[in-house]
């Protein structure tokens, strides 16, 4: 099949990204954080900085592994997003760090990072229509922290729509006594892999990235409940077809500049039998702007991913 090749910018975004990447085993888990986290407005010039810190545990955990191999099992995640805006969200670069700890492990090892995630890139945010169209490129490093072993790395471009329908029907808002009906549409491209996984047991190569999320937020976003889903497709096999797919419904309470959210993450494959990976989690967020209160709600503006 044809590759089809990217828009030139991101393309150029992206070369400096894939020489800082090395090989590995992989799986296709989604922890890139959206910039800005997904909010439709923002500012188009100066300097910023903004983000979240998360401290999540897993509260029922009988196959999501703790490191990129899937060896042991998560039991804390330690996370941070920040966005550093060069001119306001026109052009910004985001950073996510993930570190995980394996439950089977004995003592106060458990406290120990077992496995290190990076990632980061440039991304470029404009209105478009009654939402806004975020462009980025991206690189991401997967690695065992105890132990030498598997990594996983790749360089992406993606396209997200992120959308309100409260700003587009005015009268919603109110019927939702200050909520919102919101989320975005991602479509990704994988432009280097070498190693990142289009199945959860760490089978074939991923194509393109599918994904979308929904949040239904009443009472001036104190209570959300909220959808993500993720597919990837395999570029050795099916190239458009997805062959694994990420659901993670959640519930999440907000009062600024704090969050709780709690979920349940199922990631399967769809071509084959195979290895299934779910887990119940509870997630603490605190959130930080540098030019003001950090009032939106992370996970309505889509900072806060599953793992």
Do not use: C
Request: no cysteine; hydrophobic share 40%; charged share 20%.
């Amino acid at each position: 099949m044809q590759r089809r090749h990217p828009p030139p910018l991101l393309f150029a975004l992206s070369l400096p990204l894939a020489g800082l990447l090395t090989s590995g085993v992989a799986r296709a888990l989604d922890k890139q954080g959206s910039a800005h986290g997904g909010d439709v407005q923002g500012a188009d010039e100066g300097i910023n900085l903004s983000g979240a810190a998360t401290l999540g545990v897993s509260l029922h955990n009988p196959s999501y592994g703790a490191r990129p191999d899937n060896t042991g099992l998560a039991l804390l995640r330690y996370a941070v997003h920040a966005d550093l805006d060069l001119i306001g969200r026109r052009l910004s670069v985001p950073l996510d760090v993930n570190l995980f700890t394996d439950r089977k492990v004995k003592g106060a090892r458990v406290l120990r990072p077992s496995e290190v995630d990076v990632i980061s890139g440039v991304t470029t945010t404009w209105p478009l229509g009654p939402g806004a169209l975020e462009l980025g490129a991206r690189g991401e490093r997967d690695a065992p922290a105890d132990r030498s072993g598997f990594s996983q790395s790749y360089a992406d471009v993606r396209a997200r729509y992120l959308y309100s329908l409260a700003a587009l029907a005015r009268k919603l808002g109110p019927a939702l006594h200050g909520g919102d009906v919101s989320g975005w549409l991602t479509l990704g491209w994988f432009t280097y892999n070498p190693t990142y996984a289009a199945r959860p047991d760490n089978t074939g190569l991923a194509l393109l990235r599918y994904a979308a999320h929904v949040e239904l937020s009443v009472l001036d976003d104190l209570v959300s409940v909220g959808v993500d889903t993720t597919f990837f497709t395999d570029r050795e096999r099916h190239a458009l077809r997805p062959t694994e797919l990420d659901v993670t419904p959640e519930l999440i309470l907000h009062r600024a500049p704090f969050e709780v959210h709690v979920a349940y993450e199922r990631d399967l494959p769809l071509d084959r039998p195979g290895l299934v990976q779910q887990f119940v989690y509870v997630l603490g967020v605190w959130s930080f702007d540098m030019t003001g209160p950090a009032d939106a709600p992370l996970e309505h503006r889509g900072q806060v991913l599953s793992p």
